[in-house]
């Protein structure tokens, strides 16, 4: 039925594309169990808009094993998009969730439902449909200073944004920001780690000597703390889903924008891509609607 719509054909499978999905996958789920772990921890502490969340959630051995699980889980990422693009690669990065569920079910002592699991069934279905239509191709992770420079201010100024009306909201505006803010921060996470991972091939000296590896660390940071903010203000069930969503739409747009990678546009392929990421998107909200992945969730409203 693809074929016929002219969807499917001509496409370009980059090289290695199974070994490029196992690290995805691999990543997601380290990921996922990361999530439970930090918000599991997170929400003990007090409402902080300061920097001395993360000073605090140092301390809990429990969080600290979900950062130890999220530099494992960048760390797979890091391989992946040293072979595959963001268009292909950043997308997976949606199951983490489908992985999260039996972790923060077995830690909450909660069942699974079939509802949950119908919730996890209609996510992978829309993740699969949009990656089976786009067929994302290699692109060229090199964009010029100038395309690089805007970019990197556009991303400061929508997580400034974000940062600023979260401060001044109610708890559940404050998670669906700071989440929107994690996710817009990680997603340009992903871009510089895709240029810095091909920088590589020029060896460690060379990488070192360029303006990737620093800015990487200092947009991982705000990322992270971003999460933590999101996860600090309670409601699980608007944060994890839109910093979910939110990284891997923002690294598909830097991906096909700036680094000239390609999904596939001819035929009906634009409106198969856009109703399977709108397929996965209504699935990741009705999974977090889970009260395996909510709990506990401490009531903050203003």
């Not at 999905?21 to 409402?47: F, N, R, T």
């Not at 809990?60 to 072979?83: E, I, K, M, T």
């Not at 060379?206 to 600090?232: C, D, E, K, R």
Request: hydrophobic letters at 55%; proline letters at 6%.
């Amino acid at each position: 039925m693809l074929v016929e719509l002219g969807v499917v054909h001509h496409h370009h499978l980059p090289p290695g594309l199974v070994s490029i999905v196992l690290l995805s996958l691999a990543s997601a789920a380290s990921y996922g169990c990361a999530a439970v772990l930090q918000h599991h921890e997170a929400i003990k502490e007090p409402p902080s808009v300061g920097g001395g969340l993360l000073g605090r959630l140092v301390r809990r051995p429990v969080w600290l094993l979900g950062s130890v699980l999220d530099g494992v889980g960048y760390f797979f990422q890091f391989l992946a998009l040293r072979r595959g693009s963001l268009a292909l690669v950043e997308p997976l990065l949606v199951l983490s969730l489908v992985f999260a569920l039996p972790v923060a079910a077995r830690l909450e002592h909660r069942h699974v439902s079939s509802s949950e699991v119908g919730a996890a069934i209609v996510t992978v279905a829309g993740l699969s449909l949009f990656q089976e239509v786009a067929r994302p191709a290699l692109g060229h992770p090199q964009a010029s200073a100038g395309g690089w420079l805007a970019l990197s201010a556009a991303i400061v100024v929508a997580c400034g944004v974000f940062a600023l009306l979260a401060r001044a909201g109610s708890p559940k505006r404050a998670a669906l920001l700071y989440a929107a803010g994690s996710g817009t921060a990680f997603g340009y996470v992903a871009a510089v780690t895709e240029r810095t991972g091909h920088l590589l091939d020029k060896g460690v000296l060379h990488v070192l000597v360029t303006w990737p590896p620093y800015v990487l660390v200092v947009a991982a940071v705000v990322a992270l703390s971003f999460t933590q903010q999101a996860f600090n203000a309670g409601v699980l069930r608007l944060s994890l889903p839109t910093l979910t969503v939110a990284q891997p739409l923002v690294a598909l747009a830097i991906g096909i924008g700036l680094f000239g990678e390609r999904v596939h546009s001819g035929g009906f392929a634009p409106v198969v891509e856009a109703l399977g990421l709108v397929v996965m998107t209504v699935g990741v909200y009705n999974l977090t609607r889970s009260p395996v992945l909510t709990a506990p969730e401490v009531a903050r409203d203003a």
